[in-house]
């Protein structure tokens, strides 16, 4: 007999399952020094086991070692040609996630219809039976009714298998609306190289060759991508290298680095315009890549204009243009007021820069892209690359080599009418309106608008949505404007989370279902790039599964579609049954474990298997040498492979971009507007040409300034496993990492002048409210930022997950606030990206009461 559990019923019911596990846990080696006497007899009587950590999106190649059967350190792994056998802490933080007693230790019901924030689920433990009977049924219920497009599919972090749940189920089925993370995250930083240079990924980065940096709101040996990589070189980097960071704060990078340049929030543009100036009016740009006048006389004189004619260019298109239509009176001393930053600072970076050239990078990140006219900042820092000839080059930004992958198998013949009429509706998050271009790939609607979604579910348009299931995120926590998204999962009539920690988005959920840890307990693997090497690194069972869990985009795929096959509904079974068979043996998989490794070895089949073409990359011998080794090397990337062809509309690299002009042309055209109509409606400044060339915007804020005095700028943790790790005690012991973060505490910083004037002292409690929200947290006085920015990091805040990331779990009491409670819902919208940098929210700053 199943009886209801309270909120703090369920805290102390996962403790008392974890206890012993817990009390008889290993000895957490995570923070090992370097190899010792110590320890290599600790390594006598255990193994290490390769595996991948997904606690940023370098997705690094690691090796576990397992003693008696426990996970007790973590190390990169040696086989590696991107991190070098080299990793930050987030790998080791993984140990306490996988030995955490506040896990989810199998599936949970919700027994409180009522939904909402402070409203207790009610959860009682359930078996995997009901669990995926019940789901079945409500998917069945929208088959018989001819609805199956009201199911929806949301999906954050995932492996190489998710499209086995993540396409496969919901599209067999009958749904399209499967809705991924991505614009959360940073396609912003996509669309600036995508439409310069005809790039639509994150960059590599030549950083032993580099002698000169420039860093927009990235803090590489901290956050971003690159964390491994960019920490082994670091040393180096600064000995060879000069390292210009330009962030509103000190970050980690920033005080190890030669230069800190604090701008003003969002105003990044007119510092990239004004460093593009200098060069090309002191005639400081690449001549082989750019060009030159045709006779050698340099015509870039400030507030002159340009006959296109005198010059002729090599490998780009537009800098004449770029040059008449933003550039010419762009000086520096028109930034230093605009930017913050000092004009003779500007004069000194620019020519530095130049002078580096090719063996220069311009780094540009989401902390200049995510912004609400974000496009052109992406478009200004990264033309600075352009400018001085090292895209692509020795030293400079690159691309990454291709990684053979195995496909999918075709799902089209397992689609029955109903689910080929389902897929033909419109989708979900109403991409391709007028205000949303949704540009993916240089391809217009094709983009998802992920944080949308909530505003469509509190409107009911265009449709309602009454099943979803959503795996490995927490929306309600992780998107700005969270507000809306606890309104919005309220009102979805059956919702199904799958998580690892009963998170804040389980808290809204009919039935809560227990995963694995990607790093420890399950198959899969992960593909990105490092160090001018692309790789796939191999997920295995490193430990045996500690609860009732399993893995979310296999076994837990098996189950539902085994249901459905029970009801009448077998396509979804066949297709797995029928499409993945063992490669090497030609079974077919059997069950949800079977399903897992078939799908896996599958996948990856390209890279181990001897008799494909590995173009250049590692030769392995087959499945076991890869499972031994844990990871699969490209080639090195190699240099100016694309200065023939970027891939761009004329094949060059496109200061003046018809690549974003066709683009803006076609989605205006699609709706009997102009380009001028369009850029008004996406909130953009410019009008005429101006709107095809990299180019200042001026910041845009939510909040009067009047009510709202300072501009408040976030930041990630160096801890922070892509907000997953609040609820460890190695994130809260070493906060103070970070630089002005204190242990135990969620601070928001403030410049001592700023402190003064407001009579606030470190330690106070202070309410912080934006147009969004309020949080209350504590001040901290902190020179690492400028007067009228104030700083918080983001990880804090959790009312859930944990009796760790929570001040008080039963009570909901957060440890400090949630970013996304202050900043608002708002939208780059070429690329459908949220915002969530640049200083978009205004902020009061009041003494409050402990919360």
């Known amino acids: 007999m199943k009886t209801n559990i309270t909120r703090r019923g369920f805290v102390q019911a996962t403790a008392a399952t974890a206890v012993a596990a817990a009390l008889a846990g290993p000895t957490l080696h995570a923070f090992a020094e370097a190899p010792s006497e110590n320890a290599a007899k600790a390594e006598e009587g255990g193994r290490w086991v390769s595996s991948a950590c997904q606690g940023c999106t370098s997705w690094c190649a690691v090796q576990v070692y397992v003693e008696d059967g426990r996970a007790v350190k973590v190390k990169g792994n040696p086989n590696s040609k991107a991190n070098r056998g080299f990793i930050c802490p987030r790998p080791h933080l993984a140990i306490q996630q996988l030995y955490d007693p506040d896990r989810l230790k199998g599936p949970m019901k919700r027994t409180n219809p009522s939904k909402g924030r402070d409203e207790d689920p009610g959860f009682v433990p359930i078996s995997w039976d009901e669990a995926t009977e019940t789901i079945a049924e409500k998917l069945m219920e929208l088959r018989q009714t001819g609805e199956t497009h009201k199911f929806m599919f949301l999906k954050g972090r995932s492996t190489n298998n998710t499209d086995v749940l993540f396409k496969a189920l919901p599209q067999i089925y009958g749904t399209r609306n499967c809705f991924a993370h991505s614009t959360i995250c940073a396609e912003a930083e996509k669309l600036g190289a995508g439409v310069t240079e005809g790039y639509w990924d994150y960059r590599d980065y030549d950083v032993a060759n580099t002698r000169y940096f420039i860093m927009w709101g990235t803090d590489p040996i901290a956050s971003n991508r690159q964390i491994a990589n960019i920490s082994n070189h670091f040393g180096n980097m600064t000995d060879n290298a000069t390292v210009v960071v330009v962030d509103p704060r000190l970050s980690a990078t920033a005080a190890k680095g030669d230069e800190w340049l604090p701008v003003i929030p969002g105003q990044d543009g007119a510092l990239a315009s004004a460093i593009a100036h200098v060069i090309l009016a002191e005639g400081l740009w690449n001549k082989d890549f750019v060009g030159d006048f045709t006779d050698g006389e340099n015509r870039f004189a400030a507030g002159v204009q340009v006959d296109e004619a005198t010059f002729a260019e090599n490998r780009t298109n537009g800098l004449v243009k770029w040059w008449n239509l933003e550039l010419l009176d762009k000086t520096p001393e028109w930034a230093e007021p605009v930017c913050g930053i000092p004009a003779d600072q500007i004069y000194r970076v620019a020519r530095g820069f130049a002078a580096a050239a090719p063996h220069a990078t311009s780094w540009m990140s989401p902390g200049v892209a995510m912004q609400v006219r974000g496009a052109y900042m992406a478009m200004a820092t990264n033309a600075l690359n352009g400018l001085v000839g090292s895209v692509e080059n020795v030293g400079g930004p690159n691309r990454a080599p291709s990684v053979p992958a195995g496909k999918l198998?075709?799902?089209?013949?397992?689609?029955?009418?109903?689910?080929?009429?389902?897929?033909?509706?419109?989708?979900?998050?109403?991409?391709?309106?007028?205000?949303?271009?949704?540009?993916?790939?240089?391809?217009?609607?094709?983009?998802?608008?992920?944080?949308?979604?909530?505003?469509?579910?509190?409107?009911?348009?265009?449709?309602?949505?009454?099943?979803?299931?959503?795996?490995?995120?927490?929306?309600?926590?992780?998107?700005?404007?969270?507000?809306?998204?606890?309104?919005?999962?309220?009102?979805?009539?059956?919702?199904?989370?799958?998580?690892?920690?009963?998170?804040?988005?389980?808290?809204?959920?009919?039935i809560v279902l227990s995963a694995r840890h990607q790093m420890f307990e399950r198959w899969g693997s992960v593909t990105n790039k490092q160090d001018l090497h692309s790789y796939t690194a191999l997920e295995q069972p490193v430990v045996e599964p500690l609860w009732d869990t399993l893995t979310d985009e296999t076994e837990i795929a098996w189950l539902i579609a085994e249901k459905l096959a029970d009801k009448g509904f077998p396509n979804v079974l066949d297709y797995y049954r029928e499409c993945f068979h063992d490669p090497e043996t030609g079974a077919a998989p059997q069950c949800g474990e079977d399903l897992s490794l078939y799908a896996t070895k599958l996948l990856t089949k390209p890279l181990w298997d001897p008799s494909t073409d590995k173009k250049g990359g590692d030769e392995l011998s087959g499945w076991d040498e890869f499972?031994?080794?844990?990871?699969?090397?490209?080639?090195?990337?190699?240099?100016?492979?694309?200065?023939?062809?970027?891939?761009?509309?004329?094949?060059?690299?496109?200061?003046?971009?018809?690549?974003?002009?066709?683009?803006?042309?076609?989605?205006?055209?699609?709706?009997?507007?102009?380009?001028?109509?369009?850029?008004?409606?996406?909130?953009?400044?410019?009008?005429?040409?101006?709107?095809?060339?990299?180019?200042?915007?001026?910041?845009?804020?939510?909040?009067?300034?009047?009510?709202?005095?300072?501009?408040?700028?976030?930041?990630?943790?160096?801890?922070?496993?892509?907000?997953?790790?609040?609820?460890?005690?190695?994130?809260?012991?070493?906060?103070?990492?970070?630089?002005?973060?204190?242990?135990?505490?969620?601070?928001?910083?403030?410049n001592p002048s700023d402190c003064e004037r407001l009579g606030i002292e470190t330690g106070d409690a202070v309410r912080v409210t934006s147009v969004q929200g309020s949080v209350v947290v504590h001040a901290k006085a902190w020179e690492g930022t400028r007067p009228g920015v104030v700083v918080k990091c983001y990880g804090q805040g959790h009312w859930a997950y944990g009796r760790i990331a929570t001040k008080d779990y039963a009570a909901k009491v957060p440890r400090g606030g949630n970013n996304n409670e202050i900043i608002p819902s708002n939208f780059e919208r070429i690329s459908s990206s949220t915002t969530r940098h640049g200083g978009l929210a205004r902020v009061k700053i009041e003494k409050a009461e402990e919360a």
């Not at 199904?496 to 804040?504: F, G, S």
């Not at 100016?640 to 062809?645: A, F, G, L, N, P």
């Not at 095809?692 to 300072?710: S, T």
């Open 409 to 510: 198998p075709d799902i089209k013949p397992y689609q029955d009418e109903v689910a080929q009429a389902g897929v033909k509706q419109p989708f979900f998050d109403r991409r391709g309106t007028f205000d949303f271009p949704a540009v993916a790939k240089g391809k217009l609607h094709d983009q998802v608008v992920t944080n949308r979604i909530a505003d469509c579910l509190n409107e009911g348009e265009p449709y309602d949505i009454k099943v979803a299931i959503s795996y490995w995120n927490n929306w309600v926590y992780s998107c700005t404007g969270a507000q809306r998204w606890e309104e919005a999962l309220a009102k979805i009539p059956f919702f199904v989370h799958i998580t690892l920690n009963p998170a804040e988005m389980s808290q809204f959920a009919d």
């Open 627 to 750: 499972v031994e080794r844990g990871i699969w090397n490209s080639k090195r990337q190699g240099y100016r492979e694309h200065w023939d062809d970027f891939g761009t509309k004329t094949g060059k690299y496109e200061f003046y971009s018809e690549t974003l002009k066709s683009i803006l042309e076609e989605h205006a055209a699609g709706f009997g507007k102009s380009v001028d109509e369009l850029m008004e409606e996406l909130n953009y400044q410019a009008r005429g040409e101006l709107a095809f060339v990299p180019h200042y915007e001026e910041a845009y804020r939510e909040g009067d300034e009047g009510e709202y005095p300072f501009v408040f700028s976030e930041h990630r943790s160096r801890l922070n496993r892509e907000g997953r790790t609040a609820n460890t005690s190695w994130y809260q012991e070493f906060k103070d990492v970070d630089p002005g973060d204190e242990p135990w505490d969620d601070v928001l910083k403030i």
